[in-house]
């Protein structure tokens, strides 16, 4: 634990964040005109019907009452039962969870594929093909729609090649895998545009360092300092990027798992807040939320373990 | 008792070819929301539980009788108000144990006990009981002439009473009945298996197992069907039908749907409350130019607010044609010559709906009237159209029995509970009319009934139907016998629909 | 999506300008500000294409032509119609005036906005700070923007409450480099002084600290002004984006995505519309890093 | 300071100096050495470098001849060249696309020009043969590796085996007077205060004993104590290993007490060349005189500084003629339209011949010998 | 010293400014674990107890290592830090109990010049606009006469009052210097804190403005904190000199005697390790070993493990002020008075022989 400059401080900070992101997507969705029962119901909606689920539902209590029940069930685990989908929340999230998790893990090794090479390659040779090359390439990918990527994407790699399945999730891990190469190649684009910067610039920046010239200045080869001085160097504040933008990465998805018809969270949110089903809309938040911090703090263990100053507090 | 008792088992089918391929593979646009008959709303759904779950009588695969299921016979005694059903001995539950009355009773009275569940059909009902191991009784406190198309729903499909009191989480697991199939997969977010059930009692489905999957994005979906990732796809996008036809290796198919798409009137609100208005509205609607552009003329221009075909659906009432010189002429009767301005609230993500939409603020236009679309998403469009004071309005019908009462009550009985249609409109003489056409079974005198209040809703425009939407399906040609019921069931023709390679 | 990039990274974005085969024979002033003269020229062009759009095009941008849905390009119709019949030429000049609007509108006040609540946050101090940041954490580790759209299609789509979502969503960016950006502010001899002159806070922040956080804060609002445009246009593909029949380039691409097996154009030409406008953008961003570090 | 400035003279990787990769002849190393032999001789050095505001020349005609275990002091102000002076001796340039011409030769070991060797020789030479000490040491080592690798590093293949290396890595560590060097082996720099950074990048330096070390200015960034150490440290190692120092210093005094002679630079230029008390007691240029005469201890307290009026000039677009003309006391308007060079005092109007002992790019050289500084530096008696 | 500040000196028996047992000692983050088991966190005394006094229109010095809390007590004189302990007084009377007047007299009586001149102007504003900018704020210059004021001002300080227009980037480091100084002078103060303000000039210029600093303070009568690492430039411009370790005063008195005959070993290091023209040095040095952590500063005398004269006392007890027969204040147990109980009888642990001598004695008149 402390090992990895992981301290109970940095973990019991996160619980005012968690506090905070319940609360806050609490108090919002309640806000929005809109009515479960009228979800529930449809077609046979009367106003009577209404009333008497509204009432079953507790949706009549005051809102502090709804969200103290709300805590407490969390705490316990049980997040009550989906009135869309009549099951207990938890079992629907069970479900959700993996295929987000995957294709986000999935976009995460892919970024890791392009930028690194790319980033570095273009930071060393400089103005060189490569360089503006990977410059073109992602100031158009940043500028495309995520969406319009993924049509053209299935359109060529699924329907014209025929290489990957179009959309869904298939069964089993390696099917799971298989189903989300294109998904996250779509959002790798942009996401990538965003790391081959920032990689390419501390690249830059560690190459202009004055520790790299008195490694060179050491007589060893170029390949060596760029391994042995650049790369660690260049990667960690890149690592804190990753982190940042993480929680947009998430955003991202609940578009490309409408594109893939991936069952995932961040459809599940949408869906649920259109439905007016409070009880997803509260779990997911909450799992979204550990899930961000969680790999945000990851991050910050990797960024530790890159960087042996933040390992401990320094004071000087 | 008068045509309530129909006698022939379900026919023998014929030994008709076996399919080359053992699988079917259906790919819908919504999740599955829950597999419990009781507490189904996703139509989807719905039509999945018609395979899995019996009922004690069943509608016929043209939506228009009631035959046989669970009961192969009935009889009503003289006065109407019991009912009695006898089980086919030889039905048995997809675990192999027989179907028996108790089971029976206690799954129609576990639905219709359910707090905001479909109790409210068969209010009449006093009591359902098991009298012995193969005959149900069902008392009535009035006559109720729908009851019969009431217990056809799927929300009354029979269960294994031990098996879902055993476990709660029974229809989150592998549900079964007594239908022609049992779950052995369920992921409700993206797939579900469907196997044959070796113990059904009625004749076997030529293909062994459906899988469903789930594909959002409509898109998608007709890439997996072009791409033969499946077979069956619900709902392709209506401006690729015409593509797709012509595509030799897919087809499509557009069945006749119990769908009525209505543009709701806010009556409570200021111009909209002089039926001059409302009539204004009409008569400057362009239904063709909508059902192109919509649907791209695949549905029917709706005469009245009873779903096309239905039972009692009056063909003789006119379809509204556009007159604009009329249209202007009510306006100004009614004090707005130049027109106003007004809200159309439709639901975001209804493409048909959207282009409905433009095409009523094209029209609209043309008489002064200056609407501004506003789009929300489904649960806030209804509450919004629902008080009856914020603009116009695009919504739909859907009927779930074969009966008319559930359409007639909802749209025009403003004791019905749904204000009709939550337009706030009613008469005494409408609501009696309904009223008396449910405890009528003279169906003769119960078409006069409906046709007086199909008669009346066209002239007082609380609301104006637009179009008889079909269902939409699309097919790898490789299928043959994928058919839809009017109440969008498949599960008649999965019986017998075989699929080819491809 | 809106604010993927590190503001810190900010001030290492180079310029596209630095290709030595896109450099071209430019006076000397200019020949370092490439970028800046590309990204200026080309929103230029946009500008006057779309605030111009009459002069472009006799079509109407709204009249539909129930007769003529989905035309392949004519005379009369120069990209062909959509599927209402309408001008897809027309649609697409008369839409950019919306993107145009979302990319500075919405930009605009987040900037504002976010820079000031940093600032504050950041020289104020103390328990107000922790507050603010905190807020900030909150907004940067939890995917609001999820909820935003979601709340936003509840509320309708407009483009007010579209505008509402982007404001959520990307203030907290701005905030984040305001609020670095003033703390090495405050460390700045002139700071000190200014306060060790009494000077009054309003005064210190908006003469003397405001002018060391605008210009990376600016850069920013470029890259923020392309995210916006984009995540305008991902709302319009999840059916919540500005509403029918208004011709944003987001909601065009997004209608015409339902015909992009038949009628491929509806989608592609909006969205090279939009990739220019980003590419604009990006070029004006890189332009002015590189202008304002060389000022430094 | 110009701190962090890139010092890119190669590229990291590959070889795109336009210069063919010259067979390899590794030169024998430099061992034994002479005392006083010629080491490294400068001839017209100039590095120009291109910004915005044109081409900046950072070294203008420098000529320099450094001998054997000799310490030669670079003074000068901000932005007068020494670092880029400094950095071409060892074939570094500022930017990739700098121009430098004229030649910096070793030729005890054979090379004729380090500035047009490609980066595959250079990387031969570096480290064996020349090193640097750098300016700040807190930025000059990787902050995520290890002290004892980063020391390891540097001792090329002139250690075999991984004990023996760790050996040589603590013998350095002792040599450099770092305390307990087995147990800070392991240490991250960050761990370091700037005195042991800097006598680490010392061990660095001296790892294979090169025949010079440039030391850009060593203890700048270092407190007067550790300065002190720092300074004597490098004092006696230089008399140790015989090695040539070239120091690199802002500051007079500092340079005044370690080196045997000083080159004083203005804008690019060496003003003036000579052993240091020479120097210090007959300046033989007007700045260098005034640079004395400015030091806070050389005139009474209640008289005012010595002070030289204006700045000196941007290294933009500079012609041939004297660069501290219109900040010099002497200046006449003849200065105005000769061109500088670098003359020996005594042989009037001769080009230096680097060896020579005293050199000064003043018209007035010789007058300065006659009149002495208006006022007695005092510092100098302290 | 010129004969008006004499005069001042003479006249005013106050001083101008006072700091009595000044103290600001950081708290530093504790650990979730320390918080819990209720440990105490540490503390970084970056300034502890620290009492000097600046007589009108003179200049005293502060010298010191890195990090020996030089600057913090600039801060806290200046009031941008709220002292943990100990008082600021001006004219005697205690700033923190002043109230509103008192803070702002304070801050027209005190100013600032910083060190580094790159950052100590706004580089948005022009010189004129940064000078106008004090003299309408601060009041009392009605807008007609402001340009006229803001020329003079210039002009006080050397520069050119043609450049008012210029910005700073086009200034070099001497002239930014100029005009933050005239900046603090449009306030009309009589104390100027200035912390390193020729630290980062070339000798050249910062000659120019070490004169600069001694024509104001003649013309003006202004008082000077002048914080300084360099030894050379405080023998020039100070009256009278504190030295500054681990955030204690270990020695202070007037400028002349401590030079001369500096008292504390950590003094007469300073001075022995300090370059002097000419003077060619040896491969020793003055002190060995480095500046320790100041979180956990060493026990008893701070300095005692440098120290060539540390004996047994020194590790444990803390030396008490002391004054030596050249008249400083010293804290070290090599002078009586120092140590709070007599009877010791000092030994040597550190080696050096003696007290470490001889002093460089400054040459020159002085
Ligand atoms: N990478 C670079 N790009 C542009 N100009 C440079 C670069 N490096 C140095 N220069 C310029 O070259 C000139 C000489 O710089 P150099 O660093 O050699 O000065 P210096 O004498 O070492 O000064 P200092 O005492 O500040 O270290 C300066 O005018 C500087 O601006
Ligand atoms: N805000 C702060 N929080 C914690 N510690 C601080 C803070 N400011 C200063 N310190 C610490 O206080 C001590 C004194 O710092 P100060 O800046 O006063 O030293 P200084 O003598 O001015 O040094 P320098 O010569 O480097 O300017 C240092 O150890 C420093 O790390
Ligand atoms: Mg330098
Ligand atoms: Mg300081
Ligand atoms: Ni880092």
């Known amino acids: 634990m402390r090992a990895l400059g992981l301290s109970w401080t940095r973990l019991a900070n996160l619980v005012p964040v968690l506090f905070g992101i319940t609360l806050v997507s609490f108090v919002l969705i309640r806000l929005v005109p ?206 804190v990027v990753f982190g940042v933008n993480l929680a947009f990465l998430v955003g991202g998805t609940v578009v490309i798992e409408n594109v893939f018809s991936i069952p995932g969270m961040g459809s599940l949110l949408v869906g649920a807040v259109a439905t007016r089903d409070y009880p997803v809309v509260q779990a997911v938040s909450l799992v979204l939320a550990v899930f961000v911090l969680l790999v945000n703090v990851l991050t910050d263990v990797v960024h530790r373990l890159l960087d042996p100053r933040l390992a401990v507090a320094v004071t000087r | 008792g008068g045509g309530g008792s129909s006698t022939t088992a379900p026919e023998a089918s014929a030994p008709a070819a076996t399919s080359e ?68 001995p030889a039905a048995k539950f997809a675990d192999g144990s027989p179907v028996t009355a108790a089971d029976a009773a206690w799954s129609i009275n576990r639905a219709r006990a359910l707090e905001g569940g479909w109790g409210f059909l068969i209010t009449p009902v006093t009591s359902i009981t098991a009298t012995d191991p193969q005959t149900v009784v069902i008392k009535l406190k009035t006559k109720h002439a729908p009851l019969l198309a009431d217990l056809a729903m799927y929300a009354y499909g029979i269960l294994p009473q031990k098996a879902v009191e055993a476990d709660k989480d029974f229809f989150s697991k592998t549900p079964y009945g007594a239908g022609p199939f049992k779950v052995t997969k369920l992921e409700p977010d993206s797939q579900l298996v469907l196997t044959r059930n070796d113990s059904y009692w009625g004749p076997k489905p030529k293909i062994s197992t459906v899988e469903v999957s789930v594909v959002t994005n409509d898109n998608t979906r007709v890439l997996q069907l072009q791409g033969g990732q499946v077979d069956v796809i619900e709902n392709p996008p209506g401006n690729l039908v015409k593509q797709l036809s012509a595509n030799p290796k897919l087809k499509v198919d557009l069945f006749p749907s119990t769908r009525v798409d209505f543009l709701q009137v806010p009556l409570k609100s200021k111009p909209f409350e002089d039926v001059r208005v409302r009539q204004a509205v009409k008569a400057a609607l362009d239904l063709d130019a909508m059902n192109t552009l919509a649907y791209q003329g695949n549905a029917v221009p709706a005469n009245t607010f009873f779903p096309y075909k239905m039972l009692h659906w009056a063909e003789s009432i006119p379809t509204p044609k556009p007159d604009l010189d009329k249209a202007k002429q009510l306006l100004t009767e009614a004090g707005f010559p130049n027109g106003f301005k007004t809200d159309l609230i439709t639901v975001s993500g209804d493409a048909a709906g959207q282009a409905q939409a433009v095409v009523i603020k094209d029209d609209l236009a043309k008489i002064g009237i200056d609407v501004t679309i506003q789009s929300y998403e489904q649960s806030t469009a209804y509450t919004n159209e629902r008080s009856g004071t914020n603009g116009l309005g695009l919504r739909y019908w859907t009927n779930d029995i074969i009966d008319p009462d559930e359409v007639a009550t909802f749209g025009a009985d403003i004791k019905g509970g749904a204000n009709s249609f939550s337009s706030y409109w009613g008469d005494e003489a409408t609501s009696k009319a309904i009223n008396d056409a449910r405890s009528e079974t003279d169906e003769a005198k119960r078409g006069e009934l409906y046709a007086q209040v199909q008669q009346t809703i066209a002239d007082q425009a609380p609301f104006i139907p637009l179009a008889y939407a079909p269902f939409r399906y699309a097919s790898g040609a490789w299928v043959n016998g994928f058919q839809v019921s009017p109440l969008g069931n498949y599960n008649d023709s999965l019986l017998s629909l075989t699929v080819g390679t491809h | 999506m809106t604010t993927l990039v590190d503001p810190a990274q900010l001030g290492s974005v180079r310029s596209l300008g630095r290709a030595r085969w896109l450099r071209l024979p430019l006076p000397k002033v200019l020949r370092g500000k490439f970028s800046l003269i590309a990204g200026l020229v080309l929103l230029a062009a946009i500008a006057v294409l779309c605030l111009g759009a009459p002069l472009f095009t006799s079509a109407s941008p709204l009249d539909i032509d129930p007769l003529n849905p989905l035309a392949p390009p004519s005379p009369g119709h120069p990209l062909g119609t959509d599927a209402f019949g309408r001008d897809l030429w027309a649609r697409v000049l008369y839409g950019g005036r919306y993107d145009l609007a979302i990319a500075f509108g919405a930009t605009i006040v987040t900037l504002v906005v976010g820079t000031a609540v940093g600032m504050l946050a950041a020289y104020v101090g103390g328990w107000v700070e922790a507050v603010i940041m905190r807020v900030v954490d909150l907004f940067f580790a939890f995917p609001f923007i999820v909820l935003v759209i979601a709340i936003v299609a509840s509320l309708g789509p407009s483009l007010r409450n579209m505008f509402i979502a982007l404001w ?71 059916g919540i984006g500005v509403r029918q029949p208004t011709p944003e ?35 004006l961003g890189d332009g002015l890093a590189d202008v304002l570090r060389a000022e430094q | 300071m110009s701190a962090g400035a890139p010092m890119d003279s190669a590229p990291l990787l590959g070889e795109r100096v336009g210069v063919p990769d010259a067979d390899e002849v590794v030169p024998a190393p430099a061992d034994p050495r002479e005392r006083g032999d010629v080491l490294l001789q400068v001839s017209d050095l100039r590095v120009s470098i291109p910004t915005a505001a044109g081409q900046v020349h950072a070294a203008d005609g420098v000529t320099l001849t450094l001998r054997q275990g000799e310490v030669l002091g670079v003074v000068g102000e901000t932005g007068s060249g020494k670092s880029v002076t400094c950095r071409a001796l060892l074939g570094l340039r500022p930017t990739p696309r700098t121009e430098v011409s004229g030649t910096v030769a070793y030729p005890s070991i054979g090379v004729e020009d380090i500035t047009v060797l490609p980066s595959k ?45 760790r050996e040589r890595v603590i013998e350095l560590l002792r040599q450099v007077g770092l305390p307990a060097p087995e147990r800070r082996l392991d240490a991250f720099p960050h761990q370091f205060s700037g005195g042991m950074l800097q006598r680490t990048l010392i061990a660095i330096a001296i790892a294979q004993n090169p025949a010079l070390l440039v030391a850009d200015e060593p203890t700048t960034a270092l407190d007067v104590l550790i300065q002190d150490q720092i300074l004597g440290l490098l004092l006696s190692l230089q008399r140790d290993l015989g090695t040539s120092l070239v120091l690199v210093s802002h500051d007079l005094s500092v340079v005044s007490q370690v080196c045997d002679r000083v080159a004083v630079m203005y804008a690019g230029q060496v003003v003036e060349l000579a052993d240091t008390a020479t120097l210090l007691s007959s300046p033989r240029h007007p700045y260098t005189r005034a640079l004395i005469g400015a030091l806070p201890g050389a005139v009474a307290r209640d008289e005012p500084l010595r002070v030289i009026p204006g700045a000196p000039p941007p290294l933009v677009g500079l012609g041939p003629t004297c660069r501290f003309a219109a900040r010099c006391e002497l200046h006449e308007e003849a200065c105005d339209t000769w061109a500088t060079e670098l003359l020996t005092i005594g042989s009037a109007g001769g080009p230096a011949t680097g060896t020579a002992s005293h050199q000064s790019r003043c018209r007035r050289a010789d007058e300065l010998a006659a009149a002495p500084p208006t006022t007695q530096h005092q510092g100098e008696q302290r | 010293m010129t004969a008006l500040a004499q005069e001042l000196a003479a006249t005013m028996r106050t001083p101008l400014l006072e700091t009595r047992g000044l103290s600001k000692h950081y708290a530093l983050q504790r650990s979730t674990r320390a918080w819990f ?23 005293l010095g502060v010298v010191g290592e890195t990090g020996s809390g030089k600057s913090t007590l600039g801060r806290l004189v200046l009031r941008l830090e709220r002292p943990s302990g100990g008082q600021v007084l001006l004219d005697g009377q205690d700033v923190a109990s002043g109230g509103g007047a008192m803070s702002h007299r304070l801050r027209r009586d005190v100013q600032v010049v910083l060190q580094d001149p790159y950052t100590s102007l706004n580089p948005h504003e022009t010189v004129g606009t940064a000078i106008g900018e004090v003299l309408k704020v601060t009041g009392g210059v009605p807008a007609a006469d402001r340009p006229g004021r803001v020329a003079e001002l210039l002009d006080q300080v050397g520069f050119p009052s043609g450049w008012a227009d210029r910005k700073p980037g086009q200034l070099s480091g001497g002239g930014r210097q100029r005009v933050s100084i005239a900046r603090a002078l449009a306030v009309g103060p009589r104390l100027l804190v ?47 000199v504190a030295v ?38 040896s491969t020793t040095s003055a002190v060995a070993g480095e500046l320790p952590n100041p979180i956990t500063p060493p026990s008893g005398c701070t300095f005692h493990p440098r120290c060539p004269a540390a004996m047994a006392v020194c590790r444990e007890v803390v030396p008490l002020m002391a004054t030596t027969p050249a008249g400083q204040q010293v804290a070290c147990h090599l002078y009586p008075g120092s140590t709070p109980t007599t009877t010791r009888q000092p030994h040597l642990v550190n080696g050096a022989a003696a007290v470490a001598h001889p002093t460089p004695s400054p040459g020159g008149t002085r």
């Open chain 1, 34 to 239: 809109g009515d479960p029962a009228t979800q529930i119901l449809g077609n046979r909606y009367t106003p009577e019907a209404a009333e008497q689920i509204r009432n079953s539902l507790g949706l009549n209590d005051s809102i502090l009452t709804q969200y103290g029940i709300f805590l407490r069930s969390a705490v316990t685990g049980s997040f009550g039962e989906s009135y869309q989908y009549h099951r207990p929340v938890g079992e629907i999230l069970v479900d959700r969870v993996g295929p987000s998790l995957l294709l986000v893990a999935v976009t995460a090794a892919l970024c890791t594929l392009i930028s690194l090479p790319l980033g570095v390659l273009a930071a060393v040779r400089r103005g060189g093909a490569l360089d503006q090359g990977t410059r073109i390439f992602f100031t158009l990918g940043y500028a495309l729609p995520a969406f319009l990527i993924g049509i053209v994407l299935i359109l060529v790699f699924g329907l014209r090649l025929g290489w990957f399945p179009i959309g869904g999730y298939g069964t089993g891990f390696g099917q799971h895998l298989y189903h989300l190469v294109l998904p996250a190649v779509t959002l790798a684009i942009p996401f990538s545009t965003v790391l081959v910067r920032s990689l390419r610039a501390s690249t830059i920046n560690v190459l202009e360092s004055d520790f790299v010239t008195i490694a060179r200045l050491k007589g060893i080869s170029g390949w060596t300092v760029l391994a042995r001085h650049v790369l660690r160097n260049a990667i960690a504040p890149v690592a």
């Open chain 2, 21 to 88: 391929v053992d699988t079917l593979k259906i790919a819908n646009g919504v999740a599955i929301d829950t597999l419990d008959p009781a507490e189904n709303a996703a139509n989807e759904s719905i039509w999945l539980d018609q395979n899995i779950y019996a009922r004690l009588v069943q509608t016929d695969p043209t939506g228009t009788k009631i035959v046989p299921d669970l009961a192969s016979t009935w009889e009503q005694s003289a006065d109407g108000l019991t009912w009695t059903f006898h089980l086919n």
């Open chain 3, 168 to 238: 959520v969503a990307s203030w907290v960016g701005y905030a984040r480099i305001a609020h670095g950006q003033t703390l090495a502010a405050r460390r700045y001899g002139y700071v000190v002084a200014a306060n060790v002159l009494g000077y009054s806070t309003p005064r210190v922040l908006l003469r003397h600290v405001l002018p060391s956080v605008a210009p990376l804060v600016i850069v920013f609002a470029m890259v923020d002004a392309v995210g916006n445009v984009l995540l305008g246009a991902s709302l319009g593909f999840l």
């Open chain 3, 249 to 283: 380039w987001g909601a065009m691409i997004s209608e015409g995505q339902a015909y992009i097996l038949s009628n491929w154009q509806l989608s592609l030409v909006p969205g090279v519309a939009l990739v220019v406008l980003g590419v604009a953008f990006s070029l």
């Open chain 4, 121 to 165: 020789r250079l990387r031969r030479l570096w480290g064996r043969h020349v090193a640097m000490i750098p300016q700040n040491p807190m930025t000059s080592l990787d902050p995520v590796r290890r002290i004892g690798d980063q020391v390891a590093e540097a001792l090329g293949d002139t250690v075999h085996g991984k004990a023996a290396r």
């Open chain 5, 37 to 59: 088991r209720r440990e105490p966190g540490e503390v970084l005394r970056a300034v502890d107890d620290v009492s000097l006094s600046v007589m009108p229109g003179r200049t």
């Open chain 5, 194 to 240: 200035a912390d390193e303000p020729v630290s980062a000039l070339d000798v050249s210029v910062q000659a120019q403005v070490l004169n600069l600093f001694q024509r104001l303070q003649s013309e003006l009568g202004l008082a000077y904190l002048f914080i300084t690492h360099d030894l050379a430039v405080l023998e020039r411009i100070a009256d009278d």
């Open chain 5, 244 to 281: 500054l370790y681990l955030g204690r005063v270990v020695e202070s008195g007037p400028a002349a005697a401590l030079f001369a005959s500096p008292a504390h070993p950590y003094t007469q290091a300073l001075l022995a390790a300090a370059p002097k023209l000419g003077r060619r040095r």
